[in-house]
């Protein structure tokens, strides 16, 4: 007998009753081996294994070194279970998984998917026509969490979505002729493309799903495993440093965990070699927008609109880096842009309703989170939008209604839970504002911004000396905050101590030289300080880094007004009310600025439109009217 492979011996002799490798070829024809690897799958792996029970001809696992009843599980229901040593290399494990198979094909499942038996018929015709070809196939990851980059709605309920509203997706090559030639690459995103395009090895998309559940529940196996990918990642690069390939994998996986700056410092180095990339200038805009870095964030997301214009996500980001610069008719512009695009995005819905609500287009605003909402329910972000949009139409107990559904959602931010609050405060519920904080606390029990958040609700009613043991006790557990330092500035200047304000808001610019609500801040402050000319220059300065930024106008027109300049004051006041149409403390101040020039007609024009923006400013406009309006004394 001559060796031919690992384990076959072909006979020289049939009558000598052995096998000869034609007789396995024939038998195996067609034939299929699920390879799947798995570590601490229990929960998903038995439902993996059974959707593709009655399609593989067998089921190949291989287990990495579970602690949980995953080789027991797979094994009941039928499969091969083998174990190998973990070695911080998927492609080893994957091989290991290969090596075992012993029919013709090979479909590759992770132990979290599943494929639907409706598609079983058509793996098979596949490899009847088409022999000589491997198959990508579309993995759909599901996800109740719109926000992430390229999500999509499903319109139909089916088996298969496990109840979940929607899913992001990509292509992977999942089915194989089962040589020993192929094999994966890459000890992290392993893949074999590789060694079938070294064997002339065609690959074809194909409209087969591989449904992915394991981003369906909240659990830490995603933490895990971004750490997990990250330190591979470091190691693949640092055999291979100029890989622009692994470097996007390891910026977002740092990204993913947190660390932004290293992210952008990985994604900086390959951009300033002039790679023209919308997927780098994302990951970098997106990196920028975490450390606060507003003005890069959109000069990096514009590239990336400009290269890829049809991406709607990519108009999404773009219009929340222009949001948090002030910027919110540009960001709306975006929207819009995007929306041309996909009219069915839940998040370009609702970040069109924040736009709409920040200049004043409540009507608008209501029609977009109301279309956001019929798509996606469960966005706590939407829910707290049309609390202000109903809140800005005078109806509290709609606003309440909407915030107390996010209670019952998971995965609430805490920049809503903020929001929440100050809606709660201004409708004068102190109670539901200290509900909001249980829940909170509930949600994020070890996040120290929680001390933050009780700061501010202390704050918001009105307890400054708890607010500020909060925020000094913030500052104290840790590194400087801007925000913290920011609160604790308003406070001091609610008191009229504005030397212990300014002290507070010039350090939180000093933090954060790019947030521009900061700014604002410390050019307010130096006004009430008699700073006067350092006020105005500084505000001045705001005004040409920021240019839509309303409230640099409505502070610089109040400077003006306080030293009797109320001829240049309406000019900026003026402009505030154009940009930010939704704040009605602009209208108030155009109107006082309005009687001091004796232009009586036109305050009381501001008045009645700041009554329709905010009805809690009834009281002040009816007071100003009525001094406007009284009969003149004989």
């Known amino acids: 007998m001559i060796p031919l492979r690992k384990g076959i011996f072909v006979a020289n002799d049939r009558e000598a009753g052995i096998i000869d490798m034609h007789d396995i070829l024939i038998r195996n024809k067609g034939t299929i081996s699920c ?18 029970k009655d399609l593989a001809d067998e089921i190949i696992v291989v287990d990495t070194g579970s602690d949980d009843r995953t080789a027991s599980v797979a094994r009941a229901c039928g499969a091969k279970v083998y174990h190998a040593l973990w070695t911080d290399d998927f492609s080893a494990a994957r091989n290991a998984s290969l090596a075992g198979a012993t029919k013709e094909w090979i479909l590759i499942l992770d132990a979290d998917e599943s494929i639907a038996s409706d598609d079983h018929g058509r793996i098979r015709e596949l490899i009847a026509r088409y022999p000589d070809s491997a198959f990508l196939f579309e993995q759909r990851t599901y996800s109740n969490n719109s926000s992430i980059f390229g999500w999509k709605r499903i319109d139909e309920e089916s088996d298969v979505n496990h109840g979940a509203l929607g899913y992001f997706s990509n292509r992977q090559v999942r089915l194989f002729r089962n040589d020993g030639a192929i094999r994966y690459r890459g000890h992290v995103h392993e ?14 998309n194909v409209d087969i799903v591989v449904h992915h559940y394991g981003r369906l529940e909240a659990s830490d196996r995603v933490s895990r495993k971004s750490m997990l990918y990250l330190s591979l990642g470091k190691d693949k690069l640092s055999h291979d440093p100029e890989n622009t390939k692994y470097i996007y994998e390891i910026a977002s996986q740092l990204l993913e965990i947190g660390h932004a700056e290293e992210a952008a410092e990985h994604i900086e180095k390959v951009l300033q070699t002039g790679l023209r990339s919308w997927e780098f200038n994302n990951l970098l805009g997106l990196a920028y927008m975490k450390l606060g870095r507003k003005d890069d964030a959109v000069v990096c997301l514009r590239a990336a609109v400009d290269i890829e214009s049809n991406n709607p996500d990519l108009h999404n980001n773009l219009g929340v880096a222009l949001m948090e610069d002030g910027k919110a008719g540009r960001a709306l512009d975006s929207y819009r842009e995007g929306l041309l695009i996909d009219g069915d995005n839940a998040n370009l819905l609702r970040n069109a309703a924040s736009a709409c609500c920040s200049l004043g287009m409540i009507s608008e605003a209501d029609d977009y989170i109301r279309q956001s909402l019929a798509i996606d329910p469960f966005m706590p972000q939407s829910h707290a939008i049309q609390a202000e949009v109903l809140f800005r139409k005078g109806d509290f107990a709609g606003a309440d209604s909407a915030l107390k559904k996010i209670r019952f959602l998971p995965g609430t931010l805490l920049k809503v839970y903020l929001k929440s609050l100050h809606l709660y405060v201004q409708m004068g519920m ?18 120290e911004g929680l001390l933050y958040l009780s700061g501010k609700i202390f704050e918001l009613k009105g307890d400054d000396e708890k607010a500020m043991a909060a925020l000094h006790g913030l500052i104290a557990s840790g590194s400087p905050n801007s925000d913290v330092l920011n609160s ?39 006004g009430k300080a008699g700073m006067n000319d350092e006020a105005e220059s500084h505000l001045r300065q705001v005004i040409a880094e920021h240019e839509s930024c309303g409230a640099a106008y409505n502070a610089l027109g109040c400077i003006l007004a306080s030293t009797g300049r109320f001829g240049e004051a309406m000019e900026f006041l003026v402009k505030a009310v154009e940009l930010e149409p939704g704040k009605s403390e602009y209208y108030l101040n155009v109107g006082l600025a309005c009687e001091k020039l004796n232009l009586f007609s036109k305050a009381i024009e501001f008045y009645e439109c700041m009554v329709r923006v905010d009805p809690k400013m009834a009281a002040a406009a009816k007071e100003r009217l009525g001094r406007l309006l009284a009969p003149a004394s004989s």
Not at 191 to 204: K, P
């Open 191 to 204: 893949n074999v493309e590789h060694d079938l395009r070294d064997n002339g090895i065609s690959m074809s």
């Open 35 to 52: 390879c799947m690897i798995a570590r601490n799958e229990e929960e998903f792996i038995a439902s993996a294994i059974g959707s593709v």
């Open 488 to 526: 604790l500035g308003c406070i001091y200047e609610r008191r009229g101590e504005f030397g212990k304000a300014l002290e507070y808001f010039s350090e939180s610019h000093r933090l954060s030289p790019s947030n521009v609500q900061i700014s604002v801040n410390l050019g307010i402050i130096k």
């Open 430 to 447: 102190i109670e539901e504002s200290e509900m909001v904080l249980e829940n909170a606390i509930r949600d994020y029990p070890e996040n």
